[in-house]
């Protein structure tokens, strides 16, 4: 009777389809029918968690911009770095006059959002040195203190898959100061410590007034002076370059804002914010270190099945449907980490799990992995626990904003789980 009512319990918790006997291989399991069948299981848990200390100052690119999603909240985009004057920085005794100042970014074709409204960017002087940190780094959330007065701003409309660059004009003051010490030989461009101890860095801040893309650029930006030289006929248009180097900082800062989201109660790394708590959805983004997890948390009561044998699990993956586009893509793929009850990574999962695209309808995008070592694992598990399964992205996760949502379960194409097994019948 025991038997009979966990039995009972299971079915309820999943749906069964597909039974087939066959003989094969009775003698390995002395005498009885083999019955092929699958559970298309409703009983995952989608959950969202977050992590912290994403490592930014050597990422592998920039990223600028600020944007108001509507299940998570703003997220905004910064860069702090320092640039150093070239080896023989040097215009003295040269028949040249000053033209202009400008920082100068190059596009590395990363965007997130749409990129038909304008961005405005505002560059400004850091006021403090800029080092790392003890433990050699830098995280997403450092930021150090600017001057609150801009140097210069540039509005413009993006063009991230061209190969042109921007170009934020500064003000004349400073650039005159720079060309001053070029035309002097002035020993605060002798050498890159001298330089930094007069010129600490830039700051590009992106406006936050309004909602519009992130975009990536190169870890190379560069503060140019133009000058022309009158010594050639007709005059010539030069700069001299002070550009980052791979010793000096390139830092990109990330705020999060989720006043107003259901976001607003997931405060520590060792939390779960379970989809029943927003909209039967669970969320990843990149940069706002939000991580989708999904536990099995009945995977151990299927060996109370008598001779229960899994054979293949499937997850499937559904984002919802028109939460993505070409502006807003989905990721390709998730690199995939076992964790405990707490979110502590203990070991990463052997296969990633891949976007399978309905071109068609668009009905049936999902992502796949298969999962059998993993339920395997935790049917063999003699103790209780909470382990369960975290998806991130593979590439560039500190310095983009790749987002999904989920689906759970109440929408269309729920995340499952598909186990495949053979049970003996000995009758």
Same mark, same amino acid.
């Given at each position: 009777?025991?038997?009979?009512w966990f039995?009972?319990v299971?079915?309820?918790m999943?749906?069964?389809?597909?039974?087939?006997?066959?003989?094969?291989?009775?003698d390995?399991?002395?005498?009885?029918?083999l019955?092929?069948?699958?559970?298309?299981?409703?009983?995952?848990?989608?959950?969202?968690?977050?992590?912290?200390?994403?490592?930014?100052?050597?990422?592998?690119?920039?990223?600028?911009?600020?944007?108001?999603?509507?299940?998570?909240g703003r997220?905004t985009?910064?860069?702090?770095f320092?640039v150093?004057?070239?080896?023989?920085?040097?215009? +003295?005794?040269e028949?040249?006059?000053y033209?202009?100042?400008?920082?100068?970014?190059?596009?590395?074709?990363?965007?997130?959002?749409?990129?038909?409204?304008?961005?405005?960017?505002?560059?400004?002087?850091?006021?403090?040195d800029?080092?790392?940190?003890?433990?050699?780094?830098?995280?997403?959330?450092?930021?150090?203190?600017?001057?609150?007065?801009?140097?210069?701003?540039?509005?413009?409309?993006?063009?991230?898959?061209r190969?042109?660059?921007?170009?934020i004009?500064?003000?004349?003051?400073l650039?005159?100061?720079?060309?001053?010490?070029?035309?002097?030989?002035?020993d +605060?461009?002798?050498?890159?410590t001298?330089?930094?101890?007069y010129?600490?860095?830039?700051?590009?801040?992106?406006?936050?007034?309004?909602s519009?893309?992130?975009?990536?650029?190169?870890?190379?930006p560069?503060?140019?002076?133009?000058?022309?030289d009158k010594?050639?006929?007709?005059?010539?248009?030069?700069?001299?370059?002070?550009?980052?180097?791979?010793?000096n900082?390139?830092?990109t800062?990330?705020?999060?804002?989720?006043?107003?989201?259901?976001?607003?109660?997931?405060?520590?790394?060792?939390?779960?914010?379970?989809?029943?708590?927003?909209?039967?959805?669970?969320?990843?983004?990149?940069g706002a270190?939000l991580?989708l997890?999904?536990?099995?948390?009945?995977?151990?009561?299927?060996?109370?099945?008598?001779?229960?044998?899994?054979? +293949?699990?499937?997850?499937?993956?559904?984002?919802?449907r028109?939460?993505y586009?070409?502006?807003e893509?989905?990721?390709?793929?998730?690199?995939?980490?076992?964790?405990?009850?707490?979110?502590?990574?203990y070991?990463?999962?052997?296969?990633?799990?891949?976007?399978?695209?309905?071109?068609?309808?668009?009905?049936?995008?999902?992502?796949?992995?298969?999962?059998?070592?993993?339920?395997?694992?935790?049917?063999?598990?003699?103790?209780?626990n909470?382990?369960?399964?975290?998806?991130?992205?593979s590439?560039n996760?500190p310095?983009?904003?790749?987002?999904?949502?989920?689906?759970?379960?109440?929408?269309?194409y729920?995340?499952?789980?598909?186990?495949?097994?053979?049970?003996?019948?000995?009758?």
């Amino acid at each position: 009777m025991k038997q009979f009512w966990f039995v009972v319990v299971v079915i309820l918790m999943m749906t069964s389809c597909g039974v087939d006997s066959s003989e094969i291989g009775t003698d390995f399991f002395n005498e009885g029918a083999l019955d092929f069948s699958y559970i298309d299981s409703s009983s995952v848990k989608l959950s969202t968690i977050r992590i912290e200390d994403l490592t930014t100052n050597v990422g592998a690119r920039m990223l600028l911009g600020s944007h108001v999603d509507e299940k998570l909240g703003r997220i905004t985009a910064s860069s702090y770095f320092q640039v150093v004057p070239p080896s023989g920085a040097d215009l +003295q005794y040269e028949d040249v006059s000053y033209d202009y100042i400008a920082i100068v970014l190059k596009y590395d074709h990363y965007f997130y959002y749409d990129t038909t409204a304008n961005v405005t960017l505002r560059a400004h002087y850091v006021k403090e040195d800029m080092e790392l940190d003890d433990d050699g780094t830098l995280y997403s959330d450092r930021t150090f203190a600017i001057d609150e007065n801009p140097l210069g701003s540039l509005t413009f409309l993006p063009k991230p898959n061209r190969s042109d660059s921007l170009e934020i004009i500064l003000s004349d003051d400073l650039g005159k100061e720079l060309f001053e010490k070029l035309t002097s030989g002035s020993d +605060q461009l002798s050498s890159s410590t001298e330089f930094l101890r007069y010129f600490k860095g830039l700051a590009i801040l992106p406006d936050t007034s309004s909602s519009t893309c992130l975009l990536g650029f190169a870890i190379t930006p560069e503060l140019r002076v133009y000058y022309k030289d009158k010594s050639t006929t007709p005059i010539t248009d030069k700069y001299i370059s002070f550009a980052a180097s791979s010793s000096n900082i390139v830092q990109t800062n990330i705020h999060t804002n989720v006043q107003n989201t259901k976001l607003t109660t997931l405060k520590d790394t060792d939390e779960r914010l379970s989809s029943d708590e927003t909209d039967e959805q669970a969320y990843l983004q990149a940069g706002a270190g939000l991580l989708l997890r999904i536990d099995m948390p009945y995977l151990r009561e299927l060996k109370q099945i008598e001779n229960f044998y899994p054979t +293949q699990a499937i997850l499937d993956i559904y984002p919802i449907r028109n939460s993505y586009s070409n502006v807003e893509p989905i990721p390709s793929s998730f690199v995939v980490y076992k964790a405990d009850e707490k979110n502590n990574f203990y070991a990463q999962y052997g296969t990633s799990a891949t976007l399978l695209n309905d071109t068609d309808l668009d009905r049936y995008t999902r992502y796949t992995l298969d999962v059998t070592s993993f339920v395997k694992e935790q049917m063999e598990l003699a103790e209780f626990n909470e382990n369960g399964l975290v998806f991130s992205l593979s590439e560039n996760f500190p310095v983009s904003v790749d987002r999904i949502y989920a689906g759970n379960n109440g929408v269309d194409y729920k995340t499952r789980l598909r186990i495949y097994f053979v049970t003996v019948n000995n009758n």
